[in-house]
Structure formats: C-alpha cells, structure tokens
C-alpha cells in the first residue's frame, strides 16, 4: 500500500513525500510567495524540520532563482547555511540533515497561478521516479525558465 501525500500545508504551500528520500527526483514541492530567500526560508526549514523530525544543516539554492540570498537563516535553536549551487537544478530546493538522505524540493515560481500550483504541489508529493523536474512543471503547465 502506497502512503498518501501529506496534504498541501496551508501557510506555507508546502507538500512532502511522505517517504522522502526515495529514488525520485523531488519528495515534494513548496510554492514560496516571493523571490526573497531570506524571508521565504526561515518558515520552510521549520515546517520540514517539524513534520520529518530532522534538523536542517544546509540549504542548496540555484542562485538565479532568487533575489536575495542571505549566507545563513536564523531557524530555532542555531543558523543554517545556505548554498549557491550554480550547477543545480533552478527547479529545485534541496534541505540537507545529518545521516539521513537529503530532501528535494520542486520550487514553484511565486508569480504561479493558484490552480497549476497546487496541481504541481499534489503531484510532486505522490511517486514521481520517471519524472524531472521539467517534466512536473510541464505536466502542471507551469512554466520550465526561471
């Protein structure tokens, strides 16, 4: 029996995978509502933290994807450092824990309209193994440039 996908959380627009860390190329997705790392983030890394029960210790970002990106964002208890991954995915957003698979996450551009990003968000939290991160936004005719 597959387990279902956590439902769509209702502040921060965010689903998982409810068995991350499996052979896919996302376990999720989050829609942020801005370009700006250093207000989105805080508020992600707590929600995943939370509902994995895992403790974020770095956070992978395609630096064209956002506006700001501070090097580190407070979270309780200690800072997390973000990263600047040139060479990553622009789609997506990866928490990285200590001994324990990372988490990916497909990013959904802030401006998206409310029906295709919840769309992409449902399905991004469901079994996506076959599928990139191109082939969800284009499958939720979300736009693939950043």
């Given amino acids: 029996m597959t387990p279902t996908p ?3 959380h209702p ?3 965010l689903s998982l995978d409810p068995a991350p860390g499996r052979r ?11 370009r700006d790392a250093a207000v989105e983030l805080p508020g992600l890394i707590t929600a995943v933290d ?3 029960g895992r403790t974020t210790l770095l956070v992978g970002l395609y630096p064209g994807a956002w506006r700001q ?3 580190r964002i407070p979270a309780p208890g200690r800072h997390v450092r973000v990263g600047r991954f040139r060479d990553a995915d ?3 957003v990866v928490l990285f824990f200590a001994a324990v698979e990372p988490v990916a996450l497909l990013l959904i551009p802030p401006d998206t309209a409310a ?3 919840e769309s992409a968000l449902m399905r991004a939290a469901r ?3 076959d599928l990139t991160a191109d082939d969800l936004l284009a499958l939720t005719c979300l736009p693939t440039a950043v």
């Fill in 24 to 34: 896919a190329v996302v376990d999720g997705a989050w829609w942020p509502r801005s």
């Fill in 90 to 92: 622009p789609h997506v």
């Fill in 6 to 8: 956590q439902p769509l």
């Fill in 127 to 129: 079994h996506t193994a």
């Fill in 69 to 71: 990106i501070p090097d």
């Fill in 11 to 13: 502040v921060l627009r």
């Fill in 50 to 52: 939370q509902r994995l």
């Fill in 115 to 117: 029906g295709p990003a």
